[in-house]
């Protein structure tokens, strides 16, 4: 088994995306402090996107607008459009391929979601040490980047040496540390792969003037990671090295796959909290807890190693909209339930077709999930039926014919 150390992957992560693209289409929400709300009949609307001016405030993503405008009087607002009664996301969608476009330029990657993806730059970090014939790299090619665990030994108070300063000191630090000849060197590898996601970002940049962070590591887990540690705009390398000292500190819910049920149980059965604390058991005792692929995953990836592949995906593999009735908006009649089928219907429709032209592909199959108030899965029941042409309302009158048997009311217009 490797030690992990043979790729570089990279997350690149879309700053408040929501936000960037607002105030590219409006450039006086430029450098203010501003939120994206969605649907702003209640509280003035759920917030979906932050700027960093505001974050400083204390507003955060998921509250009511209301009650963000009381922490910054100052808060200037832009609204998700809407259309047939839901959100219309089409204008970040557009902005995502976009960026998604220029990224594909420079190495596979594979979208994890509508502002970020991963990227595999092995191969062209292995061209790029070619090139380079062993000759040093240029702490001026590096201008964003941050070097997790450096400077080492600082011995000035923290406090008084600036954020910048600090950053450039320990990047100085880790060029020096570097043999630039031994190009099978991991982390020649990823020092090379940094100046390369230094490039893409900035050529994002300057073809659809908004910005992202990176993170760059061995693999997925630990890029997305480092990507989070210094925000907005910067990216940070962590090497196999400097994982010990950051899982130390790493809570294991914000480690990729171990936010949700297996996390949880992680820290209630063995009552630790950080994923540093991992290392201290056997591969198999945690196979015995968490199973034998679990227990292996965990057993590697408390280490820094991790084997998950970038898979090439630009386009995501499905298309789907939805929209949810809290409280008294909950649907109670056979009427509603269809006009609300239509309605997702149609937009489906507009963006089956859409994705047909630009990607040459055809859907052949529907699926209809619903979920029932008070149920915390992600869906209660979901159906499945042949999707044989895209018209709105024959996908709509097959979703109903999949869920009619699950309606429990004794009475057909009931529901």
Known sequence: MSNGQDRVVALLDMDCFFVQVEQRQNPHLRNKPCAVVQYNSWRGG???SVSYEARAFGVTKSMWADDAKKLCPDLLL???LESRGKANLT????ASAEVMEVMSRFAMIERASIDEAFVDLTSTVRERLQKLQGQPVSADLLPTTYIEGFPQGLTTAEGTVEKE?????GLLQWLDSLQSDNTSSPELQLTVGAVIVEEMRAAIERQTGLQCSAG????????KLACAL???NRQTLVSHGSVPQVFSQMPISKVRHLGGKLGASIIEILGIEYMGELTQF????????????NGSWLYAMCRGIEHEPVRPRQVTKTLGCGKNFPGKTALVTREQVQWWLLQLAQELEERLTKDRNDNDRVATQLAVSIRVLGDKRLSSLRRCCALTHYDAHKMSQDAFAAIRNYNTSGIQTEW
């Open 46 to 48: 759920g917030i979906v």
């Open 78 to 80: 832009a609204q998700v």
């Open 91 to 94: 204008k970040y969608r557009e």
């Open 165 to 169: 300063e600090m950053r450039k000191q």
């Open 216 to 223: 760059i590591s061995h693999n997925k887990v630990l890029a």
């Open 230 to 232: 210094h925000k907005p």
């Open 282 to 293: 056997t591969e198999s005792q945690l196979q015995s807890h968490f199973g034998e692929k």
